[in-house]
């Protein structure tokens, strides 16, 4: 059931298919060079700008033209900071230049959740076992149901109500989710690692809160330490709804598959290819919006080639399309909008449960984007606020 | 209140540094990524080039003789090499000499396709060939091909502050033609003004040096501090000539190739690197890095020869062994240099 849109390819067809992938990544590993250099120290350069002018314009935080830039580009270095540095270059897509400065081992980022223990469950769990109910904690985060494979529990009654929440503490969410309570529970985490996690959170975050709740609004004076706290915190929820619509658009909008964990027993390179590719989902868009998702508007290109330099993902996208066209494969991209709406129509779904032959019919008719079934379809269920712009 | 006044500092710019914020504003005021810009480029012969840098405030002050690491973006990657200083400590400016070697990419760049503006790295002041506090009263320089550059920061450094020194000293080097000898007009004019007597000896002419004859040219050999930096082959026979005739711990020798390990190499160990999750087998006297790449670990690194500091991680646990003292490094905590470090038993790396 779980590769059905590529359950026409033989064996052979998929060995070819990734041999073609492979040379495609091995085709830009070899022109690395100078130009993706100056892209990312120009990222850098302007993410910097953009926080230390923020900053700046909170100082005076009390007049609300100041307040309404400084927030704006508050807002938009932390974004930046996240997505296009923070994510990639822990990916290690920038390591080939030898820059101890800008190196998947070195890099810090700004956010609650410290490099270290993110890089383990994202890196390597998520982009391993990407969309395996299971194994892919990231298939809803443990708590969310957005597949008809995954069991249903009255919880998820509630998950349209508490995906709003997660997006508004999206930071917070993959911080504390990056501690793994649930595997403490189910045994499979010891009680010390745990702690040891949970202290490394800690010592992280309450770096972070000074900077943003205490020192920063102590430098705007007494008259403006609320407004600058509250700049902060608009900043970061801004940045919290960003980054939770762009990832849950690339692994949850309608036509992206899931597989069961039989999926993974001898899987081949050419298979892990076609799991990673219909496993994801992109997003259209022009240059700045590719550059605000850090590239993850790429993400069926960033999860085949999850290392190469993120400003690659859009130049090689349209080969990646014309060879999935080629085989016959679905690409699943489309505008944020229209993504997330998917998205959210999908949490609603899965909310409530359902008879297991319509469980399995369902399935199937989501499985073929082309024939996306019509809202009169779709359950009867409150409509979650759109945010996405 | 100065430490207070640095936490605080960084406590607004975390999760970087506030060094990365100036790094990004001027490279050359970055202390953690010290770097220098080039400013002026001095021809010195045909393949020859000195490179003049601005460098940050906290520049560490060199010693006359030492070398440093060298950093160079080409196409997007940074590569290091070591470079004699041949400027003097107290120059405003730091000078490094760069000879293109046939076939050397860096060294072609450095010596030939670096403008002025462009911002190199560097690495800490290293290297034993540096001159003994007081200084001897009777030396011996021998040197030959880009082998003067060392001895080219010493000898302008005596120059300018014990002249005296050099109006009994002797410096024989040697080139193949006369327009390859690097600060040719300098040497002879440092010559004329402090009575330092110099030997030049142009090989395609005269044939190359044999200690034999550098006896000849310098009866007094045997009683003076000798510093001889050029060719292998060349180092090769006048320790062994000095090994013989004279007493060996009057040379001092300078090889521009990376130290050959020769001390304990540690026993190996199954060596892990905690942020890339890999582990590999390393055997023993085998690098770190080297083990690590071998496994696909993607590592920072730079010079690859225990110079530049860029492959440095931290130890979390076990030991390692350094390849060019033999000393072993056994801290959790403690800064390796993964290149020239190698497993004393199982390891683990934070890189």
């Given amino acids: 059931m779980a590769t059905l849109t590529a359950d026409h390819l033989t064996d052979e067809q998929v060995d070819a298919l990734g041999a073609e992938l492979d040379a495609l990544r091995a085709e830009v590993v070899a022109s690395r060079g100078e130009r993706d250099a100056r892209y990312i120290h120009k990222v850098i350069a302007t993410q910097r700008a953009l926080e230390v002018t923020a900053r700046g314009l909170l100082l005076f935080a009390k007049f609300p033209p100041a307040w309404i830039a400084g927030t704006t580009a508050l807002s938009l270095a932390k974004i930046l900071e996240n997505m296009e540095l923070g994510h990639n270059i822990m990916h290690g897509q920038w390591d080939w230049m030898r820059d101890p400065k800008i190196h998947s081992t070195t890099w810090e980022w700004d956010h609650a959740c410290a490099s270290e223990g993110w890089k383990k469950s994202h890196n390597f769990e998520h982009h391993t076992y990407t969309n395996v109910l299971g194994k892919d904690r990231d298939l809803g985060y443990s708590i969310m149901r957005i597949s008809a494979d995954q069991e249903w529990h009255p919880a998820h009654l509630l998950q349209p109500v508490y995906n709003q929440l997660l997006a508004a503490f999206f930071e917070w969410g993959v911080a504390f989710y990056d501690l793994e309570f649930d595997l403490v529970k189910d045994g499979t985490k010891s009680k010390e690692a745990f702690k040891a996690d949970a202290m490394r959170l800690w010592r992280k975050a309450r770096r972070q809160l000074a900077k943003d709740f205490i020192l920063y609004p102590a430098m705007s004076g007494p008259k403006g330490f609320l407004a600058s706290a509250a700049a902060s915190l608009v900043a970061n929820t801004v940045r919290n709804f960003w980054a939770h619509a762009v990832i849950f658009c690339g692994h949850f909008p309608e036509g992206v598959e899931t597989f069961p964990e039989e999926q993974l027993e001898g899987e081949t390179r050419g298979q892990w290819y076609v799991r990673q590719m219909m496993g994801s989902a992109n997003l259209s868009g022009g240059p700045l919006f590719h550059t605000m998702t850090g590239n993850l508007s790429h993400q069926i290109e960033h999860h085949i080639f999850p290392d190469i330099p993120s400003n690659r993902y859009v130049e090689i996208a349209p080969r990646v399309r014309e060879i999935c066209k080629r085989y016959g494969l679905n690409y699943t991209t489309g505008p944020l909008t229209k993504q997330y709406g998917t998205v959210l129509r999908k949490i609603s779904r899965y909310a409530l449960p359902r008879r297991a032959e319509q469980r399995a019919a369902l399935a199937h008719r989501t499985r073929s984007i082309a024939a996306l079934p019509v809202r009169s379809e779709i359950p009867e269920t409150p409509q979650p606020v759109r945010l996405a712009g | ?351």
């Fill in chain 2, 1 to 351: 209140m100065a430490a207070r006044a640095r936490d605080v500092a960084h406590l607004l710019t975390t999760p970087l540094l506030p060094d990365d914020l100036l790094g990004t504003v001027n490279p050359v005021w970055s202390t953690t990524e010290p770097a220098g810009r080039v400013v002026a480029r001095r021809p010195e012969t045909a393949d020859t080039t000195t490179l003049l840098l601005r460098t940050g405030p906290r520049r560490p002050r060199h010693r006359p003789g030492q070398y440093v690491g060298v950093g160079t973006r080409l196409d997007g990657v940074w590569h290091w090499r070591t470079y004699s200083v041949t400027s003097r400590p107290d120059d405003r400016l730091l000078a490094v000499t760069v000879t293109a070697l046939p076939g050397g990419t860096v060294s072609g760049v450095l010596a030939h396709g670096t403008p002025v503006g462009t911002v190199l790295r560097l690495g800490p002041p290293a290297g034993e060939f540096v001159l003994p506090e007081p200084v001897s009263e009777k030396l011996l320089f021998v040197t030959a091909g880009s082998g003067v550059t060392p001895v080219m920061g010493m000898l302008r450094h005596l120059a300018a502050t014990r002249p005296e020194v050099l109006a009994g000293a002797v410096a024989v080097h040697c080139d193949r033609t006369e327009a390859d000898v690097v600060f040719a007009a300098e040497l002879r004019a440092l010559a004329a003004a402090t009575g330092l007597r110099l030997v030049e000896r142009h090989t395609a002419r005269d044939g190359r040096i044999t200690p034999d004859a550098l006896a000849d040219l310098v009866p007094d050999w045997a009683g003076r501090q000798a510093w001889a930096c050029g060719p292998a082959g060349l180092l090769d026979d006048l320790a062994d000539w000095w090994d013989r005739h004279g007493d060996r711990d009057a040379l001092h020798v300078e090889r521009f190739v990376a130290p050959v390990p020769t001390a304990a190499a540690g026993t190996g160990g199954r060596v892990r690197f905690t942020e890339s999750r890999i582990e590999a087998d390393a055997a023993p006297g085998e690098p770190l890095m080297r083990a690590g790449e071998a496994a696909g670990a993607i590592l920072p690194n730079g010079c690859r020869m225990g110079i530049c500091h860029t492959c440095v991680g931290r130890l979390r646990s076990g030991a390692v062994t350094n390849l060019h003292t033999g000393e072993r490094h056994d801290t959790p905590g403690e800064p390796v240099r993964t290149c020239v470090s190698s497993a004393a038993g199982d390891v683990e790396i934070e890189l």
